[in-house]
């Protein structure tokens, strides 16, 4: 095992090609925690002498925290992205929560940090941001796809209890047996036919006998409704799976929870990678530049898990990994979406679409699996 001083490290930095790291830069970072203190090295009769000394793990550690510097240079962007490679560091329960709370204050404005129980103007403000997020979204309705494939029986009945004008005009029976258009995967021929599904008989679209309008004000509510849902606002939103009792969760776990749950996301991500990083791939009907847009991180992947970027997406699936692995709920994570939460994160500015737009993906990738008795 080597031992390293300080002007070791700051070399072997310049090395891999961080030139721009001083003395006086490496201090500040061990006095805010982001590097270990140095052994204090002993001299004769047990006098301690003016000089301390690093270990070959520090190199690594070292070599982490100025790749992150080039992508980010904000103390909080370092520290959790430090944690999430790996390393030992303070106060990241905050952070977690901080990027909860953020995707939650731009998806929801930030009425919803009023902490007693909302009024009615306040609600009101929220469902017009939400309008807002989605009529602006370009990804929205694509992201329906991955939670129903189709609408019928008792799926429609939920929506018509909340949303009796939806089905105004409309002969109810065939309401309750149509396939609305965007709900149904983009793999599917959208030919009219017949399948069975729950025992009930699903008519393909198109149908003349359902109004254009309807169905695209049933599809709107339904995808507002499961917004909603992931955002807390249901009926039950203390119960159920939503970004509000992530934060309880987060808020409540140990440090090993938190730890096993970076474990499992890093495994996860890296799986996406190694599926859909080789070839461009279309998700969502959509396509991936993710090949493209992780070449900088190919000699390690690592570098690409702890990037800034998808701080959103990392620190979502943290939370959710913690609130499965807490026996309250199964959840289903879906790979496909991941991959495209990725893609969308990692496009430069003038690339990326709305950002609200990447958070959308973001929560779509995971969702509550039904317990059925």
């Known amino acids: ?10 070399a072997h930095a ?4 961080y030139t721009f790291l001083t003395p006086e830069a490496f201090r500040v970072w061990v006095h805010r925690g982001l590097m270990p203190q140095g052994r204090e090295v002993v001299g004769a009769e047990g006098k301690a002498v003016r000089r301390k000394e690093w270990q070959d793990h520090d190199l690594v550690r070292l070599v982490d925290l100025c790749f992150l510097h080039t992508l980010n240079s904000r103390a909080e962007a370092l520290r959790l992205g430090m944690w999430l490679h790996g390393h030992e560091i303070e106060g990241v329960r905050e952070l977690l929560l901080g990027q909860i709370e953020a995707m939650q204050d731009l998806l929801m404005g930030r009425t919803w940090r009023v902490q007693q129980a909302l009024s009615e103007e306040q609600h009101d403000q929220i469902t017009q941001h939400l309008n807002e997020v989605l009529e602006t979204s370009t990804v929205w309705n694509d992201m329906l796809y991955a939670r129903r494939p189709s609408l019928h029986g008792e799926d429609y009945a939920d929506v018509e209890a909340v949303h009796p004008d939806v089905g105004r005009g409309t002969p109810d029976a065939t309401l309750r047996t149509f396939t609305v258009p965007t709900f149904t995967p983009p793999e599917h021929s959208p030919q009219i036919g017949e399948r069975e599904a729950e025992g009930e008989a699903l008519l393909s679209y198109p149908n003349p006998g359902i109004p254009t309008r309807q169905l695209a004000l049933l599809q709107h509510r339904a995808g507002t409704d499961l917004l909603r849902m992931y955002l807390g606002l249901g009926v039950e939103e203390r119960e159920t799976y939503a970004l509000p009792l992530l934060l309880n969760v987060v808020e409540g776990a140990t440090a090993e929870d938190l730890a096993t749950a970076r474990l499992l996301v890093s495994h996860q991500v890296l799986e996406v990678l190694h599926t859909y990083s080789v070839l461009p791939y279309h998700v969502r009907d959509r396509r991936l530049d993710l090949p493209r847009l992780v070449a900088p991180f190919k000699s390690d992947y690592r570098h690409l898990f702890a990037a800034p970027a998808l701080f959103p997406l990392t620190a979502y699936l943290i939370a959710a990994h913690v609130y499965a692995t807490s026996d309250r709920q199964r959840l289903s994570f879906d790979l496909g979406l991941i991959a495209l939460a990725l ?10 679409r709305p950002k609200c737009d990447a958070l959308l993906t973001v929560l779509c990738a995971v969702e509550p699996c039904r317990e059925h008795p």
């Open 14 to 17: 310049h090395q891999q090609g």
């Open 1 to 10: 095992m080597g031992s390293y001083t300080s002007k070791d490290l700051i």
């Open 343 to 352: 893609d969308r994160l990692l496009k430069k500015p003038d690339e990326k």
